[in-house]
């Protein structure tokens, strides 16, 4: 029997939840004094901080049911690409799917990137409010309150640049487009997300997906923006198959933590 | 103002023991809606609030540092204007 409370399963569960939050959250982090006003830039650092924390309670509950004394900083900072569970969509660069890593941001990617993410998360987390893993449905209903709002900065924006001037129109619609294809990954289940279903520890993914397409359907709706056909595509970074441009992400992540091994403020 | 700029709001926050909104400073958004939101990021993240105002800075009407002399220092020397000379029983509290 696997999936069980303190199985491989569970932990492995706990890190693809943690690592989304944690790589998305450095990649909002990238915006802090680059937002295209101060006050979305505070706004941007105020989610990105909200995923990481997260991640912090995440990364620290599956580090303690694992048992091998790996802490938050342990599995955030002492892990390479391989290793990392995240969904790809989190780790695709602020300026788009295609860019290098030194184009600049396009707040048409973020926004709609947060919309996607943000409009699971609020599903995600509301069911899992209900696990059967008491540590983890406490989590899910502190940051079920943190995605709500995301959730909604992310559909005023969307609807403001899609709903906008033709300029910003097409730049959330090239943004949609060239997202869309990474949200499969989140509601396609794989054997270990069945296994902690079946005790009630996780959720079946599958079973999120209509609530959330009602959801980003309105806003796509109001933004005036297509929504994008459905491609045989598949990304697997749960899986621990990433994108080129994760390992940019870490090595950056993790500079202090390489240059300071195991320093503490 | 330049024709790029968004119009700049004054915010005016409650704290949770607080009766009153106060003000606690400004920032530029498209509309309400968004200064409400702009608001929220940038004023509240430390848990200063639990309900907040914005009004255009535009609608506000000063008075003008000039006319200093004549509209505030006439009361500089009427103490009598406050309520300091009465003696309060033991048993009043809150006063």
């Known amino acids: 029997m696997t999936g069980h409370?303190?199985?491989?399963?569970?932990?492995?569960?706990?890190?693809r939840l943690g690592d989304s939050?944690?790589?998305?959250?450095?990649?909002?982090?990238?915006?802090?004094?680059?937002?295209?006003?101060?006050?979305?830039?505070?706004?941007?650092?105020?989610?990105?901080?909200?995923?990481?924390?997260?991640a912090r309670l995440l990364l620290?509950?599956?580090?303690?049911?694992?048992?091998?004394?790996?802490?938050?900083?342990?599995?955030?900072?002492?892990?390479?690409?391989?290793?990392?569970r995240n969904a790809t969509l989190a780790e695709l660069p602020n300026g788009g799917v295609a860019s290098a890593r030194a184009t600049a941001g396009d707040y048409a990617v973020t926004i709609v990137r947060n919309l996607l993410f943000s409009a699971y998360q609020c599903e995600l987390w509301r069911a899992l409010s209900s696990s059967t893993d008491g540590e983890l449905s406490g989590i899910a209903g502190k940051s079920v309150k943190?995605?709500?709002?995301?959730?909604?900065?992310?559909?005023?924006?969307?609807?403001?640049?899609?709903?906008?001037?033709?300029?910003?129109?097409?730049?959330?619609?090239?943004?949609?487009?060239?997202?869309?294809?990474?949200?499969?990954?989140?509601?396609?289940?794989?054997?270990?997300?069945?296994?902690?279903?079946?005790?009630?520890?996780?959720?079946?993914?599958?079973?999120?997906?209509?609530?959330?397409?009602?959801?980003?359907?309105?806003?796509?709706?109001?933004?005036?923006?297509?929504?994008?056909?459905d491609t045989a595509f598949r990304s697997a970074g749960k899986l621990g198959r990433h994108s080129e441009h994760l390992g940019y992400l870490l090595a950056e992540m993790h500079s202090t933590h390489r240059q300071y091994p195991g320093a503490t403020w | 103002m330049a024709q790029n700029e968004w119009p700049l709001w004054e915010v005016f926050i409650r704290s949770k023991q607080g009766l009153e909104h106060k003000h606690c400073g400004s920032l530029h958004a498209t509309d309400a809606k968004q200064?409400?939101?702009?608001?929220?990021?940038?004023?509240?993240?430390?848990q200063e609030g639990v309900s907040i105002w914005?009004?255009?800075?535009?609608?506000?009407?000063?008075?003008?540092p000039d006319d200093k002399a004549e509209m505030f220092d006439p009361m500089a020397d009427k103490i009598y204007r406050h309520p300091t000379f009465y003696e309060l029983p033991d048993e009043l509290k809150h006063m």
């Open chain 2, 54 to 64: 914005v009004v255009p800075s535009a609608a506000i009407t000063a008075s003008d």
């Open chain 1, 146 to 229: 943190e995605a709500r709002y995301h959730l909604r900065h992310a559909a005023d924006w969307t609807i403001r640049l899609g709903d906008g001037t033709d300029a910003s129109h097409a730049r959330a619609q090239r943004a949609l487009d060239a997202l869309w294809p990474y949200t499969h990954e989140l509601f396609e289940a794989d054997p270990i997300e069945e296994a902690v279903a079946q005790h009630g520890i996780g959720v079946d993914c599958a079973s999120l997906r209509n609530g959330w397409l009602d959801a980003v359907k309105a806003v796509f709706e109001e933004a005036t923006l297509q929504l994008p056909a």
């Open chain 1, 5 to 15: 409370y303190g199985s491989p399963e569970h932990v492995e569960y706990l890190l």
């Open chain 2, 35 to 46: 200064a409400v939101q702009m608001a929220r990021d940038v004023y509240t993240r430390r």
């Open chain 1, 21 to 54: 939050a944690l790589v998305l959250g450095q990649r909002l982090a990238e915006w802090c004094g680059h937002g295209p006003i101060l006050e979305e830039d505070i706004a941007m650092s105020n989610i990105g901080l909200d995923l990481i924390g997260q």
């Open chain 1, 60 to 84: 620290t509950h599956a580090g303690r049911l694992e048992g091998k004394g790996r802490d938050e900083d342990h599995l955030a900072f002492r892990r390479d690409v391989p290793e990392f």
